[in-house]
Structures are given as C-alpha cells and as structure tokens.
C-alpha cells in the first residue's frame, strides 16, 4: 500500500512539472516580463518564484519526513517571497529553470527514500496550518498549478 501512495504522490508531483515544462516552453524572450495576474508579478517573476520554492520545499519536506517539523510557526510566505525576489533580481531564466528542474529531481529522489510512517510525520506547512509530509507534498503540486495557470494567463 505505501508504494501506491508514493506512486499517487510522484504522478501528481510530475504531472503538475510537465504542465510547468510544456508551459515555460511557449514563453519567448519578449514574454518575459509579461504581468501574470497574480500580484502584477511578471512571467519571469514567477519563474523565480516557483524556482526558489521548490528549492526551499526540498529541505522542509526533508525535515518534516524526518519527525523534525515544518517550516517555523511564524514563516510569512509573503515576506518570504518579497525576499526571494529582491535576492534574485534579474535571474537568468535558462538558469532559474535549471534549478527547477534539479530541484524537482531532488524531491523526487526524497520521496522514493522515505517510507508511510515519514508520509504521516506533521509540521507547520507554508500555507498557514499543520499536516503531514504528504500534506506538504501536495502543498508543491497545487504552488505549481497555481503559477502555472498565472503564467499562461499572462501569455494569452
């Protein structure tokens, strides 16, 4: 049953990676900074985003299978993010997406690594409220979908 699981979470986990992939291929030079609906962030600012979440994810994920928690009760994603993207001013998006797409291999090495009881461990998720490792998992699925959708709004 664990394997079923892990499988369910892998297939959302790539599936939710390709629809990115497929999408940041139709962005050309001129698209970059195109304004996406979502906080007047622009394609490639959310390209940063997605990249230095998901590589912010790996370690929480990590921590929260090992019965370490989440992410710190007070974590404000927002102020997170208005970070994140002062630090990554003008990023490369060949690079950005490099690291995105490392970053993604390295949650999925994670996950074949753990086993069901790391699936139940809980934490403190970025969204505000508790749950489990598999909670989380599917925390970066819905993140994905979400910027995704904001990307391809800006592209229309």
Known sequence: MPQDRKLAIREELVEAQRDL???????GPEDWL???PNEGWTVRDLLTHLTTSETGFVPSLRRMAAGQGG??????????NASQLRRRADPDPVQLRSELEASHAEMLVLLESIDDAALDQTGHLSTGVDGSTEDNFHVVAD???IHTGDIRAALL
């Open 143 to 145: 993140h994905k979908r």
């Open 21 to 27: 992939l497929e999408t940041l291929d139709r962005i």
């Open 34 to 36: 195109r304004t996406s």
């Open 71 to 80: 992410v710190p009760p007070d974590f404000d994603p927002n102020r997170w």
